[in-house]
């Protein structure tokens, strides 16, 4: 995954490797994806926050779920900091644990809560789950916004991250 994701941040145009500048007006497909990953970075980091609730320090392993939390934090911080710069809307800004606007993340937060609350090999599964979801996504992302370099390195630092997630969980598993 690691050279996928050099290969994708080669894709953006030498003339781009200056931050696009703040007032610049984002297309809407841009736009709609860094307020998609910043929900789904949301998810990630709201979904293993309680399973670091339920099953934190509790057997072997399961401590994966709150070192993964914090790396989340980061993740949708790095976001967040790119819609504010691009006078984007946070749609999350003031949304509680497993508050989202957008349906489909809404509905998988609720679904992949209630796997993992089967146990914690579930819940180690819904964290593989997650990463290569997001991974998916990452790259759908990067593919729309290479024109962007500095949201292109968000994405691909985020890329490399859900990279050592996926490890991680599997590792325990």
């Known amino acids: 995954m690691r050279k996928l994701a050099v290969a994708l941040a080669c894709l953006v145009p030498l003339g781009a490797v200056l931050p696009a500048m703040a007032a610049d007006v984002l297309p809407d497909e841009v736009e709609y ?6 929900e789904e970075e949301k998810l990630a980091h ?22 993964i939390t914090l790396s989340e934090q980061r993740h949708t911080d790095a ?18 644990p497993g508050e989202f606007t957008i349906p489909e993340l809404q509905d998988l937060y609720v679904t992949l809560v209630k796997v993992g609350e089967a146990g914690l090999t579930e819940a ?22 290479v024109d962007y370099a500095d949201i292109v390195q968000v994405y691909t630092n985020l890329l490399t991250g859900s990279e050592h997630h996926l490890e991680a969980f599997l590792k325990v598993l």
């Open 79 to 96: 976001v967040r900091r790119l819609l504010e710069s691009y006078g984007v809307v946070d749609t999350v800004a003031d949304a509680g």
């Open 124 to 145: 180690l599964d819904v964290g593989v789950l997650i990463e290569r979801k997001d991974m998916t996504d990452i790259v759908d992302a990067i593919e729309v916004s």
């Open 33 to 38: 994806k860094l307020i998609y990953m910043r």
């Open 46 to 67: 709201d979904v293993y926050l309680y399973f670091d609730g339920l099953y934190g320090g509790a057997a072997p392993g399961a401590q994966v779920f709150q070192h």
